[in-house]
């Protein structure tokens, strides 16, 4: 926040959090340096699995010139970082929904989609401009089983149109080979989960749809946002370092080869190919994944606990 824009009359309170790097009015700090207690200060920072995080989670700053301690808190995927955002409630909600079929189908209805059929792969596309898109999706088209893929209206509609050379809107039904594809309108939080719930396999952008498609507990797909230099790579890696722990080296090599060609514009077809053998084993995974993530607690858990310890 810029000096000015805080208004004066706005008293510290016990704990403060500015975020992603924003900084306070002086006129602030200078409120919080003279309150007898002094409030715990917290830099909440952006989302990264990268080790350096770690070494840097719950570090204290001193302030330059006044009786103060910034601490930096890094949101993470593993027990030792800030944890994800995650709120109450939600797992049993998502759990719930996914075993009530009438449910299922009664949100199917309300977005002009068909319920779902034995044998049917059900899949969201939302991702950034992707020319890999397109290979993903006459893999599909190509494939053995009969893909329904759902895409909400975004930067990668393009990209599905060239496809099918024709201009593509929400409300639109096309048909290619095994595949079936419609377009979506954007929808709010609460149906974008129900859309990452109902797939068995989310293809995801960005940092929040990322965190949600983990609550979904389905095999998905993160489409990072690119960055110079390529240095959003690195980002990736890091994730699937932590997102592949554990898992059968050669499951883990192909869910690696699938984020990377998605994320590289590389030879999708065949990383999808090899990746979806394994989907099976792949949704025990995000089970499984899913619920160690929230072990130790959620973001906010983690950031109160931490509070307490510095009050």
């Known amino acids: 926040m810029a000096s000015?824009?805080?208004?004066?009359?706005?008293?510290?309170?016990?704990?403060?959090i500015e975020?992603?790097?924003?900084?306070?009015?002086?006129?602030?700090?200078?409120?919080?340096?003279a309150r007898a207690v002094k409030p715990a200060w917290i830099n909440l920072e952006y989302?990264?699995?990268?080790?350096?995080?770690?070494?840097?989670h719950k570090l204290p700053s001193p302030h330059p010139r006044l009786p103060l301690?910034?601490?930096?808190?890094?949101?993470?995927?593993?027990?030792?970082?800030?944890?994800?955002?995650?709120?109450?409630?939600?797992?049993?909600?998502?759990?719930?929904?996914q075993a009530d079929e009438a449910a299922q189908n009664a949100y199917w209805?309300?977005?002009?989609?068909?319920?779902?059929?034995?044998?049917?792969l059900r899949v969201s596309l939302f991702a950034y401009h992707n020319p890999a898109a397109v290979r993903l999706l006459q893999a599909w088209a190509d494939g053995p089983l009969p893909v329904r893929c759902l895409v909400p209206e975004g930067k990668v509609l393009p990209d599905v149109a060239s496809l099918f050379s024709r201009a593509l809107r929400a409300g639109d039904h096309v048909q290619l080979g095994n595949l079936e594809l419609h377009i979506l309108?954007?929808?709010d939080q609460d149906d974008y989960d129900r859309l990452l719930w109902g797939c068995d396999f989310n293809c995801v952008r960005g940092e929040d749809s990322l965190v949600r498609s983990q609550w979904a507990a389905r095999p998905m797909l993160w489409h990072i946002y690119p960055q110079e230099d390529d240095a959003h790579l690195a980002k990736l890696e890091a994730f699937l370092d932590q997102y592949c722990a554990g898992l059968p080296a050669e499951m883990a090599?192909?869910?690696?080869?699938?984020?990377?060609?998605?994320?590289?514009?590389?030879?999708?077809?065949?990383?999808?190919?090899?990746?979806?053998?394994?989907?099976?084993?792949w949704r025990e995974h995000a089970t499984n994944w899913q619920q160690?993530?929230?072990?130790?607690?959620?973001?906010?858990?983690?950031?109160?606990h931490f509070i307490a310890e510095i009050s």
């Not at 000015?4 to 403060?16: C, F, K, N």
């Not at 992603?20 to 919080?32: I, V």
């Open 19 to 33: 975020a992603f790097g924003c900084r306070l009015p002086d006129s602030f700090e200078a409120a919080m340096a």
């Open 292 to 304: 160690r993530l929230l072990k130790d607690g959620d973001l906010a858990a983690r950031l109160l």
């Open 4 to 16: 000015g824009r805080l208004s004066a009359d706005i008293i510290p309170a016990d704990a403060v």
């Open 109 to 120: 209805l309300r977005r002009s989609l068909p319920p779902r059929v034995n044998g049917e």
């Open 47 to 56: 989302l990264s699995a990268e080790d350096w995080t770690l070494s840097h």
């Open 253 to 281: 090599a192909a869910l690696r080869a699938l984020s990377l060609a998605w994320n590289r514009d590389g030879d999708i077809a065949a990383a999808w190919r090899d990746a979806a053998s394994w989907l099976p084993a």
């Open 185 to 187: 309108q954007m929808s």
């Open 69 to 97: 301690t910034k601490h930096f808190f890094f949101p993470g995927f593993n027990a030792a970082s800030g944890g994800l955002i995650c709120e109450d409630g939600l797992i049993d909600a998502r759990a719930a929904w």
